[in-house]
């Protein structure tokens, strides 16, 4: 019996050590490679504070295409950040390998939130548009 359970520790432990290829990419690239795109609401609180301003996240994507992480990195105000964090996570991506092998993924992905004319919106850093993520006022087809 203890030897049979050492040896089911050490399997588990053995295989659970088995690194995993971790590739960093530029947000070009994590714009390329999502499937399901979900873009970020602009809050009502942000709205009525005229908040407005660039939101930057770096998002961690596992083996599967799977969002596993999302941390703000740079935001105009705390609820753009959350709307921002509550949107990427229901991102999906194409399934990722790296010569051949399963690898996950990290990038950023940037948001910006702009009232013009007194209409709030928010779109995808403009170099990114050929992607065809957004219409032109900002709204996801994707969804």
């Not at 390329?32 to 873009?39: C, D, N, S």
């Not at 908040?51 to 770096?58: E, I, K, R, S, Y």
Request: with cysteine; hydrophobic share 40%; net charge positive.
């Amino acid at each position: 019996m203890r030897k049979s359970l050492l040896l089911i520790i050490c399997a588990a432990t053995a295989v659970s050590a088995v690194p995993q290829t971790v590739v960093r990419v530029p947000e070009g690239v994590v714009r390329r490679v999502a499937k399901t795109v979900v873009m970020p609401e602009y809050p009502s609180t942000s709205k009525k504070r005229r908040t407005q301003g660039l939101a930057v996240v770096a998002v961690d994507i596992d083996e599967r295409g799977d969002v596993t992480g999302v941390a703000v990195i740079e935001a105009p105000d705390e609820d753009i950040g959350k709307s921002v964090i509550t949107a990427v996570k229901q991102w999906k991506f194409s399934e990722l390998t790296a010569e051949g092998k399963p690898a996950r993924l990290q990038g950023k992905l940037s948001f910006y939130f702009r009232i013009t004319r007194g209409k709030a919106r928010v779109s995808n850093p403009e170099k990114f548009a050929e992607l065809g993520l957004t219409d032109g006022g900002g709204q996801n087809r994707l969804r």
